[in-house]
């Protein structure tokens, strides 16, 4: 079990994703209580790197189920072996004279067939995908199911089962239970709403945007050569960006992606040439960075080191 949210905060900034109080509460009680967590927020906040950290922390496996259209239980929780199956049959030819030996009746020799066709579907021809493997993990694992409100409602009705009851039902087989619960964690861009019967599974925790402390605290602990003036320059920077009419806002991996770059180029402070030079590290459409460019004055104004 984790320990108490102050511990889970130190240990996962030890692995270099630093949160504040909500974050480690809400993982907190996930684990005592045994309820999947929805993380919803915008991209970029850092709601996949969670569970990544939380599988290491753990020392769990990390499970990840990457959610899309179209998703169904053949590639989510299981699908039959078709191949080894097919083998199995052409060997199973060669050998239904001895399997039905000297029997009299039809009834008799299906009844003979009988433990031959059971073994079609057994364990040994079933191919566990990411939810039956999170489930059946020995030591227990870290399930991310990635994007959820990117799957189709009957998809989200086909995880009930598993928030509710950390089981999948296998219709040649039955139930498979977990003997280990995994920590589940499900993110969520809120691209649709999701199902208030999945909510209530979940423990909800959103993450919005960090703010300027705990940016720089990001930043530092992921790019620690940063010169420090330039550490404060960029992220009041990236936070004026925020503020304004983006296509899309430069999220958490943006900031670490430019705080690299900056550092590579021997930066030690923002420059109007250096921002205009780099801006297509942080935006990813033309016409945000062309309408950035004419703000570059203000922006820096707002961004000078106090």
Sequence with gaps: MLAE???????????????????????????????????????????TELARALAAITERELVRLQCYEGLDEAKSIYEWKYGKQLLYTQMLKERIADA????????????????????????NFLEPRPLLRALTQPGGAV????????????????????????????????SVQ????????????STREMSEALKRRCLHLYIPFPDVELERRIVTARVPEIA???LVQLVKFIHALREMDLKKSPAISETL??????????????????????????????QDIEAVEKEVPKLMASSAVN
């Excluded at 909500?22 to 850092?46: C, F, H, M, Q, S």
């Excluded at 399930?143 to 999948?168: C, G, T």
């Excluded at 977990?178 to 861009?189: E, H, Q, Y």
């Excluded at 180029?265 to 040439?273: F, G, K, S, Y």
Aim: aromatic fraction near 6%.
């Design 228 to 230: 420090e003036d330039l």
């Design 5 to 47: 949210p102050d511990s889970i905060i130190k240990h996962l900034a030890g692995q270099g994703y630093i949160c504040n109080k909500n974050i480690a509460t809400a993982v907190y009680l996930a684990d005592r209580i045994d309820k999947p967590v929805l993380v919803e927020g915008p991209p970029g906040v850092g709601k």
């Design 257 to 286: 992606d430019w705080a690299r770059a900056l550092t590579l180029l021997n930066a030690d402070a923002l420059t109007p040439e250096l921002v205009r030079s780099t801006l297509n590290v942080v935006l990813k459409y033309q």
């Design 143 to 174: 399930l991310l199911i990635d994007e959820v409100d990117k799957s189709d409602p009957e998809f989200e009705s086909m995880l009930l089962e598993v928030l509710s009851d950390y089981q999948v039902t296998i219709p040649e087989l039955g």
């Design 100 to 123: 039905i030996g000297d029997v009299d009746s039809l009834d008799a020799g299906v009844e003979a067939l009988h433990g031959f066709n059971d073994l079609f579907f057994s364990e």
């Design 178 to 189: 977990a003997d280990v619960k995994p920590l589940i964690i499900l993110t969520s861009n």
